[in-house]
C-alpha cells in the first residue's frame, strides 16, 4: 500500500475542495467592511439635515463670513482673493456628496414606503373580506328576522283573535 506523504492538513483541504456541499474558506481581502444598514442612516440624517432651514443658515453664515474675511481682512491673512475658487471648490465638492448621499435616503425611503404599500394593502384585503362577510351576516339576519313574528306583529294577531271570540261569545249567547 503506497504511503501518503500529504499532511493532515493538505489532505482536510483536498476533501473539503472536492465536495460540493462543503463551503471553500474564504480568502483574506484588503477591502474595507461597512454595514450598508449604518451607512444608509447616516446618510438619510445628513439628508435630513440638509433639508432644513438650519442647514442653510449655516451655509449662509459660512459663506458671507468667507467673503468679509477674503475682502476686508488684511492681505497677509486673506486665503482666498477676489474669484474665491477655493470656497467655489469647497461648494462643488459639498454638492458632489451631497446629492448622492440624498439619492441614497430616497431609495431607503422608496423601501421603506413600498414595504408600507405592501402592508396597506394586506390590511385593506382583509378589511374588505371582512366587511363582505359582515354585509352576508346582516344579509342572513335580515332574511332570519324577517322569517320571525315581532311584538307588535303578535300583538295585532291576538287582538284579532280576541275581536274574534268576543264575537263568537255574543253569537252564542
Known amino acids: 500500500m503506497p504511503r501518503d ?13 472536492s465536495r ?13 467592511v461597512y454595514d450598508a444598514d449604518a451607512f444608509g442612516r447616516l446618510s438619510e440624517r445628513i439628508a435630513r439635515f440638509l433639508g432644513t432651514g438650519q442647514f442653510l443658515v449655516y451655509m449662509t453664515g459660512t459663506i458671507l463670513f468667507w467673503v468679509a474675511w477674503n475682502i476686508f481682512a488684511p492681505a497677509s491673512l486673506r486665503f482666498d482673493e477676489y474669484p474665491f475658487i477655493f470656497l467655489t471648490l469647497a461648494l462643488s465638492l ?10 441614497l435616503a430616497q431609495n431607503r425611503q422608496e423601501a421603506r414606503d413600498r414595504v ?17 362577510f359582515l354585509a352576508r351576516e346582516m344579509a342572513s339576519l335580515r332574511m332570519a328576522v324577517g322569517e320571525v313574528a315581532t311584538r307588535d306583529f303578535l300583538r295585532s294577531e291576538l287582538r284579532s283573535l280576541l275581536a274574534d271570540l268576543d264575537t263568537r261569545e255574543d253569537d252564542r249567547v
Open 94 to 103: 459639498q454638492a458632489s456628496y451631497a446629492a448622492p448621499l440624498i439619492l
Open 20 to 32: 460540493l456541499d462543503v463551503p471553500r474558506e474564504l480568502r483574506r481581502t484588503f477591502r474595507p
Open 116 to 132: 408600507q404599500y405592501e402592508r396597506d394593502r394586506d390590511v385593506d384585503a382583509r378589511t374588505r373580506a371582512d366587511m363582505e
Open 5 to 17: 506523504d500529504r499532511s493532515t492538513d493538505d489532505r482536510r483541504l483536498l476533501r473539503s475542495t
